[in-house]
């Protein structure tokens, strides 16, 4: 019996033969080049930043090029409950994509149980993790809602979805929040994924202009390559990014 069916699929021995690293493109040379070759096929990829920046755009474009490069279906579980399919359309083409919208972790397990082919998935998207998460724990509310989990679980879950889809990019979509403490404000993620994130992107708006944004990706965490690199990048209106091209 192999190893990996007696416990687990990121299970191995110190003997084995090590697997080679399969990159997929993102879709952008300029990317793949400060990524080490674009985004390995296992990994949990975040992208964060303030809203607007274009985050829910920049996970459709890697999963549109994820699922051609691997054959393979865009599995987007939207718990924003806003995106729109003509916006879909224009972004991803003809790339097979299926959208679901859970209320909650429950229903994204039970929906996650019904794929009983894990190959036929190439592409996990979640948008957003932070609506999750109980108000308390985003920092700027003392509530909390049933339907809500903790930042330990929502790691749990993750963790389950790896294990389940050992091959699968699984790209989480965080958001960026402001909190004042004595005066002070403090930036940052309420659903802090560094520990599990093996690569992790923030989009930084630099400028706006009629025809859309220049924006800046810095990779703040590159388990498999140089971390701490940036790439300038444009964002057109109802196209999404390009690659930076300076006049």
């Not at 459709?60 to 729109?84: C, E, M, P, R, V």
């Not at 019904?114 to 998460?133: A, G, K, P, R, W």
């Amino acid at each position: 019996m192999k190893i990996t069916e007696r416990f687990g699929n990121f299970s191995f021995l110190s003997r084995d033969k090590p697997k080679d690293l399969v990159k997929v493109k993102t879709g952008f040379e300029g990317l793949d080049r400060v990524l080490g070759g674009g985004i390995p096929q296992s990994a949990i990829l975040e992208i964060f930043g303030w809203e607007s920046v274009g985050k829910t755009t920049l996970g459709l474009q890697f999963a549109d090029n994820i699922s051609k490069q691997k054959q393979g279906l865009t599995l987007w579980l939207d718990f924003d409950h806003n995106l729109s399919f003509p916006f879909v359309q224009k972004i991803i083409g003809h790339t097979e994509f299926l959208y679901l919208s859970p209320n909650t972790i429950k229903e994204a397990i039970k929906i996650l149980g019904n794929f009983t082919d894990i190959n036929e998935i190439s592409c996990i998207v979640i948008d957003s993790v932070v609506n999750l998460i109980t108000e308390r724990e985003q920092g700027f509310a003392i509530g909390s809602s049933l339907d809500k989990i903790t930042c330990f679980e929502l790691i749990k879950f993750i963790r389950k979805i790896r294990s389940q889809f050992p091959e699968v990019i699984l790209i989480c979509i965080n958001q960026l929040r402001t909190v004042v403490l004595d005066e002070i404000k403090i930036d940052f993620t309420p659903v802090g994924l560094s520990p599990i994130a093996d690569i992790r992107i923030e989009i930084v708006c630099k400028a706006i202009n009629e025809t859309g944004m220049q924006s800046i990706f810095y990779i703040r965490k590159n388990k498999f390559f140089i971390p701490d690199q940036k790439i300038e990048m444009n964002f057109i209106w109802d196209k999404g990014f390009v690659e930076f091209c300076s006049r």
